[in-house]
């Protein structure tokens, strides 16, 4: 991935990047299944050869693609402007809009949607990364990027089809490792995640980098 990535632009900063997810906001709509999610959130759109940012919005899903939390607009805090516009990140949203722009060379504009996630994990208490479970995101494609993981066991990702058999699972275990999903096509989720050491702090830190096509383009 790295490799990948950087025909796009470079890492240069991804250390000061990768410590942005320090300063994430803890999710307050996860209140009954999981306050240990913290994210930030920022809306882009992708046209031509620009990438621009928007101001910032809602996330938006209905109740089709996530029985848990769909249907509300939820107001997560902002992507950190020093963030959204860092080397690492123009370089992995030029990276998804020309991977995902070859897929689908119909798609004039697209909506891009960025978040930055943390996952914690406590002793008797299992971090739930995808708490709605196994979904699509209703989007036309997903980017997860792993960006650290500390003190953490488990975290495996599971692909699915429509009619839920299972088609595969991998882990994310080093740093830009990724997914790749065609969200029209299968299912995604992750298993719950627990401390390897249940008397250390232990994180799963992802960026998710959303691609759906602007209505009407």
């Not at 632009?9 to 999981?34: H, T």
């Not at 943390?118 to 299992?126: G, S, W």
């Not at 196994?134 to 500390?150: F, K, P, Q, T």
């Not at 065609?182 to 992750?190: A, K, L, P, T, Y």
């Amino acid at each position: 991935m790295r490799t990948l990535l950087e025909a796009y632009g470079p890492l240069s900063d991804w250390s000061e990047f990768a410590g942005s997810w320090n300063g994430l906001e803890p999710d307050a709509y996860l209140a009954n299944v999981g306050l240990h999610r913290r994210r930030r959130h920022a809306v882009f759109s992708a046209q031509g050869g620009e990438i621009t940012r928007e101001p910032h919005q809602p996330h938006y899903q209905s109740r089709d693609y996530n029985t848990l939390q769909g249907g509300i607009e939820r107001w997560f805090a902002p992507v950190l402007p020093h963030v959204a516009e860092s080397p690492s990140l123009r370089s992995i949203l030029r990276f998804c809009h020309a991977f995902f722009g070859a897929l689908s060379p119909d798609v004039a504009t697209w909506h891009v949607e960025l978040h930055q996630f943390r996952i914690e994990a406590r002793p008797d208490e299992p971090g739930q990364p995808t708490p709605e479970g196994v979904h699509r995101d209703g989007v036309d494609y997903v980017l997860v990027l792993l960006i650290d993981r500390e003190n953490i066991a488990s975290g495996t990702t599971t692909i699915h089809s429509a009619d839920g058999a299972m088609l595969g699972s991998f882990t994310l275990t080093r740093p830009l490792d990724a997914a790749l999903v065609d969200d029209s096509r299968v299912f995604h989720g992750v298993t719950p995640v627990e401390p390897e050491d249940p008397m250390q702090p232990s994180h799963r830190d992802v960026l998710v980098v959303t691609f759906r096509r602007r209505s009407g383009r």
